[in-house]
């Protein structure tokens, strides 16, 4: 499970050259990972994964538990070295940025995250707006923060402390930091897993609407109906490396997933919407 610390306020992205990030063309690659291994502990955690996040759509990675959907999540973010093969972002190498430049451009929301001291909610959501520090756009902070929190339904709450939250809200305020980050690349590890059925879908919306304001969004989901009915592509992952990947209708299909995870399962059209639904197969 990945984990993650918010970035507590401070100076650290301020006084600093910093390359800004420009418009983004719909259907620009702005992630791209080529031929990209991972190894972890001395094992392969990734092996020669091709894989595109585009400007303006929504990618689900999918698959069983281990598969790699984490990891190349982290990779992704450039929070992993490639060991073999690249990661390029907005155009150039990962490793190329600085690490100031790289928050201005790809905003990450890890499974879990860490905060050592009581900050409140309105101060976490802030968080998301440090990269900013200095800039032209730090102007944007308040809008961005007050947006982030009325989208994501936790402004009600702004002033009570991080600590005291369930788990479901710790989650919604944990998106809210990333979405007022305003960065053109959204990577999500498993933003709905503590969240009940309406938040999951309002979750789900939000990453439809950042991605027709032209981001490009990434997001690890286990939920397949909900990759389904949201995602423009899936990747499905298993053992490391992509199984398949295109739309979902495509990538979806019984005889694949039933091997990849294992569990036999049947794959029907929604009767009004035509969205494939994934059901396992069960003995009664």
């Not at 702005?30 to 001395?42: D, F, I, M, N, S």
């Not at 929504?58 to 990779?75: C, F, I, M, Q, R």
């Not at 101060?123 to 009325?150: F, N």
């Amino acid at each position: 499970m990945s984990r993650g610390r918010f970035p507590v306020p401070g100076t650290w992205f301020a006084g600093r050259a910093r390359a800004l990030p420009g418009p983004v063309p719909e259907g620009t690659a702005y992630a791209r990972a080529r031929g990209l291994g991972v190894r972890l502990g001395g094992r392969t955690v990734l092996d020669g994964v091709d894989l595109e996040v585009t400007a303006g759509r929504v990618l689900a990675l999918v698959g069983p538990n281990g598969a790699g959907k984490s990891t190349l999540l982290a990779a992704l973010a450039a929070d992993l070295p490639a060991t073999t093969g690249e990661v390029r972002i907005d155009g150039r190498p990962a490793t190329a940025w600085t690490a100031p430049e790289l928050a201005l451009r790809r905003a990450v929301l890890p499974q879990s995250a860490a905060l050592s001291f009581p900050f409140t909610v309105d101060a976490v959501v802030r968080m998301g707006r440090a990269p900013w520090a200095g800039t032209p756009r730090e102007a944007e902070d308040g809008a961005a923060v007050a947006e982030a929190m009325a989208a994501t339904e936790v402004a009600g709450f702004g002033g009570r402390p991080f600590s005291a939250l369930s788990g479901g809200e710790r989650a919604r305020v944990a998106l809210a930091r990333v979405l007022a980050q305003r960065a053109p690349l959204l990577l999500l590890d498993e933003p709905t897993a503590a969240l009940d059925l309406r938040h999951q879908e309002l979750v789900l919306r939000i990453c439809r609407e950042r991605a027709a304001a032209g981001a490009a969004v990434a997001v690890v989901l286990h939920d397949l109906g909900l990759a389904a009915a949201y995602a423009d592509r899936a990747a499905l992952l298993y053992g490391g490396t992509v199984a398949a990947q295109g739309p979902p209708a495509e990538v979806f299909e019984a005889e694949l997933l039933s091997r990849v995870y294992r569990q036999p399962v049947e794959v029907i059209g929604h009767p009004r919407t035509g969205t494939p639904l994934v059901m396992p197969l069960r003995e009664r």
